[in-house]
């Protein structure tokens, strides 16, 4: 075989390198693999300073969250900033063809907006908030979550997630003490903000009555509660109540409930981060009101 028959192994690997870094980004998409942090020394930027926003522009960064946004009707586009690589894996069409401005960038472009922390993967999108949503934006769904100041983005973008991998109608939290809509919200919830009302009341305790007149059982779930989950269930509309990540359901929200609930746990810890928790009580629920149907 002469030399310029030989296959081109550097071609061939190049080729197969391509493959494998597509299959990763997809299961990083889906979920299934968590993505990497990267090397934060060599992006580091201690001159950073957050953008001055007004209150109606957010900044949405990363593939599958960008996706989402402009899959969703009810966002208000202002413009898309993305890199040559990451255009073509949203795979939206011509630039010129879109109904907004796009922009290319460099990713060193993007990381001078949003920081050297962000995890944005050469995509992002200035936005108007999503409208605001009241208890009456409800879905006719019989599942419902409702947090009680917990204030973690990273931890409402996860239970947003499971939220809709479960079919809940709504997440119902406070105006105060609670994650405004944000990159880091959107990013968390991995495209799930755009397809469930997040609802934030001045009132926890009246939306909790009100819930409770369109035939809710409101569930508090506490380490301490009198019985477990499993056999708390009552009816056939369920409202799950999660308090914060440190004190739990405050007083006058446990007073409001229905019922107080624990998730029982035979190992030698006693308590999940409230997101693991919403998961778990989002199944039991599921399981419940599928028994109840039938």
Known sequence: MSKEDRPDKSARDTHYATLRRQVRDAKRERGEI???????????????????LSPDVVYLYGLHTVRAALDNRERKLIK??????AFARLDIGAAESLPYPVEMASP????????????????????????????????????????????DPHNVGAIMRSAVAFEAGAIITTQR?????????????SGALEMIPYIQVTNLADALGELH?????????????????????????VALVLGSEGKGLRQKTRETCTALARLDMPGAIKS?????????????????????KG
């Open 177 to 189: 003490h609670s994650p405004t809509e944000s990159g880091v919200l959107a990013k968390s919830a």
């Open 34 to 52: 968590p993505t990497p942090q990267q090397d934060r020394r060599s992006r580091r930027n201690d001159d950073w300073t957050p953008p001055q």
């Open 108 to 151: 060193q472009d993007i990381d001078k907006v949003l920081g050297p922390d962000a995890i944005h993967q050469g995509v992002m999108l200035e936005t108007r908030p999503l409208p605001a949503r009241r208890l009456e934006a409800l879905k006719e769904s019989p599942l419902l979550l409702v947090l009680d100041q917990v204030t």
């Open 80 to 85: 898309l900033t993305v890199t040559q690589n």
């Open 213 to 237: 007149r369109l035939g809710f059982q409101t569930i508090g779930l506490d380490s301490e509660g009198p019985q477990p989950l499993e056999g708390t269930f009552a009816g056939k509309k």
């Open 272 to 292: 999940l981060n409230v997101s693991n928790a919403a998961a778990i009580a989002l199944y039991a629920s599921r399981r419940h009101l599928g028994d109840a």
